[in-house]
């Protein structure tokens, strides 16, 4: 039995970020040019995939908001198939406030937790949902996806890849950023990517979650717009060339593979210490943090701790945990 060498239980506290990046004006991208506002859609003459990124799922994290404008700033235009550039919750991210950073990740609920036939067709009635009504159609079109996210708690940037080999695959093919975790999700709910579209056994369609880096932070969206043109490249939509940036160098990526999900069970979970994601515990069996009596231990060596999560409700995801693989 490993225990690590703070006792007791450390006191979580939200951490404080300053808002270093501006929100972006969406102002004359809220019509859309597909029927559906806040969505951009443009097909070349020449056949090929659909693919499409989205940004703003949580309306606080607006560096994939900034990523988007950009790139249509740019008049960013597929030599073949299709590209959607789509903001996803216009009404949280309305609301954002630099003052008050964290208030706005959703109005009724969390937008990445709607996913499935359920809730997308069952009677619940909610902000978020209607949204995600609203896009599933163009969704459901849609070969290629990237979710451009960005994170409150400290941690390594990542990439998240559900449950499929061919969203490993596509998550290690764009690189960055460099760690690709291949995950089951979340009790509370299904993400986008795990969409059926994108999820389902049959369906050769696939999606990755890029975790960009911290939130509200310059790096954060230079990684994401990274992420975009490898993207781009490896689907064959686009070249990066002026005005787009050059794509960067990076080093080669690295798969894990969650091995257990970590549900907070009660309202007393807490870790034993201050956690960082990325972080890796080199012993089985080591106590890392407490659910009520319950002892959360490393299932196996060089466990990777995937997003952490110190102020978590019962019922929520607190942390993943992880295995390097080949």
Not at 62 to 67: E, L, N, P
Not at 123 to 152: G, I, N, Q, T, Y
Not at 293 to 303: K, L, Q, V, Y
Request: net charge neutral; aromatic share 6%; proline share 10%.
């Amino acid at each position: 039995m490993h225990d690590l060498p703070q006792p007791g239980r450390a006191p979580a506290r939200p951490p404080v970020v300053a808002v270093n990046i501006a929100r972006p004006d969406l102002r004359r991208w809220l019509p859309g040019n597909c029927g559906i506002p806040g969505a951009w859609s443009f097909t070349a003459e020449a056949p090929g995939p659909h693919v499409a990124i989205t940004a703003i799922i949580h309306g606080n994290e607006i560096a994939g908001a900034v990523v988007l404008d950009r790139l249509l700033r740019l008049a960013v235009r597929p030599a073949r198939g299709r590209l959607s550039l789509v903001f996803c919750n216009l009404e949280a991210f309305a609301r954002f406030d630099a003052a008050d950073p964290t208030a706005t990740r959703f109005l009724d609920e969390d937008m990445n937790r709607l996913w499935d036939p359920g809730a997308l067709d069952g009677p619940r009635r909610s902000a978020e949902l209607k949204r995600a009504r609203e896009l599933r159609a163009l969704f459901d079109s849609v070969d290629m996806l990237a979710d451009l996210h960005s994170m409150l708690w400290r941690s390594d940037p990542l990439i998240l890849a559900g449950e499929t080999g061919r969203a490993a695959q596509l998550g290690l093919a764009i690189g960055v950023p460099q760690t690709v975790v291949a995950d089951a999700g979340h009790a509370g709910g299904r993400r986008l990517i795990d969409y059926a579209r994108f999820a389902a056994p049959g369906s050769t369609a696939t999606a990755v979650l890029v975790e960009a880096g911290d939130h509200w932070q310059e790096p954060t969206v230079a990684r994401m717009e990274q992420a975009c043109l490898r993207l781009l490249r490896l689907a064959g939509l686009v070249e990066p060339r002026p005005p787009l940036p050059p794509i960067a160098p990076a080093p080669p990526p690295r798969l894990a593979r969650v091995t257990r999900t970590i549900t907070a069970a009660t309202q007393s979970f807490a870790f034993l210490r201050d956690f960082r994601g990325g972080e890796v515990i080199p012993r089985a069996n080591t106590l890392i943090a407490l659910d009520g009596e319950a002892e959360i231990r490393t299932p196996h060596d060089d466990c990777l701790l995937v997003m952490p999560t110190p102020m978590v409700p019962r019922g929520h995801t607190a942390v993943r945990l992880a295995r390097f693989v080949d």
